[in-house]
């Protein structure tokens, strides 16, 4: 079974810019989640999609969107670029959306904003 | 609200030699604990996770850890570190109602010779 992929896998834009970034999970899965690497504030869960309905949110400004297609692939848009948006942004998929499921994550986008 | 503490950004050990990579975990309800090992250049993979059934969990590539309820703490050991074992480990928590983990800041295992 194909793992979760993430496209692209590097992205070089400039301030003030927007981004969109894909994720397909793993065949079946319900649930995708979003998460931030940087290495000043580490991982940080950004949202949670099922079936299409955001479940969950984090604590991000409202450049941060999201969205859930009804194949369960997601996109996770970041609009009006900062620099301190460069990071490592990491896609997870799970069967259900119940805590103790095991999410596997994709290789991740690399952002560098300059 | 929920939290993870990793004690110990960096940990150094001689190939053969005991891992231990603390998690302690701060939550007002019964916890589901995980532990993911990330290498460079890749997303996070998992070794193992605690979800209320059997508190000593046996993971992948010979990793195991032991929920303490006590002790608020979920570490992970190893009996003999391999060189491959060296990668960044990351501790996480949720609550339920949905997957949102928080993680803690990471412990970077170095295995020497």
């Known amino acids: 079974k194909a793992g979760v992929t993430q496209t692209p896998r590097y992205l070089i834009k400039t301030r003030g810019q927007q981004v969109t970034l894909s994720c397909s999970p793993i065949?079946?899965?319900?649930?995708v989640s979003w998460y931030q690497q940087t290495p000043g504030q580490g991982l940080q869960f950004l949202f949670e999609?099922?079936?299409?309905?955001?479940?969950n949110k984090g604590n991000f400004p409202g450049r941060f969107s999201g969205r859930q297609f009804s194949n369960s692939r997601s996109e996770m848009n970041v609009s009006t670029l900062e620099l301190g948006d460069s990071a490592l942004y990491l896609c997870?998929?799970?069967?259900?959306?119940?805590?103790?499921?095991?999410?596997?994550f994709g290789p991740g986008t690399r952002l560098l904003v300059l | 609200a929920q939290s993870v503490t990793q004690l110990g950004s960096h940990v150094s050990v001689s190939e053969g030699a005991l891992v231990l990579l603390r998690c302690n975990y701060s939550?007002?309800?019964?916890?589901?604990l995980f532990w993911y090992v990330q290498y460079p250049n890749q997303g996070l993979q998992l070794l193992l996770k605690?979800?209320?059934?059997?508190?000593l969990v046996k993971g992948i590539n010979g990793f195991e850890a032991e929920f303490k309820k006590s002790e608020t703490s979920f570490h992970l050991t190893k009996p003999s570190a391999h060189m491959s074992d060296a990668a960044e480990y990351f501790c996480?928590?949720?609550?339920?109602?949905?997957?949102?983990?928080?993680f803690g800041t990471g412990t970077q295992l170095k295995v020497e010779l």
């Open positions: 997870a998929s799970s069967l259900a959306s119940a805590g103790q499921e095991t999410q596997y």
């Open positions: 996480a928590v949720t609550t339920g109602g949905g997957n949102k983990l928080t």
């Open positions: 999609y099922f079936s299409e309905t955001q479940r």
């Open positions: 065949s079946g899965h319900r649930s």
């Open positions: 605690y979800t209320s059934a059997a508190t």
């Open positions: 939550s007002s309800v019964p916890p589901y």
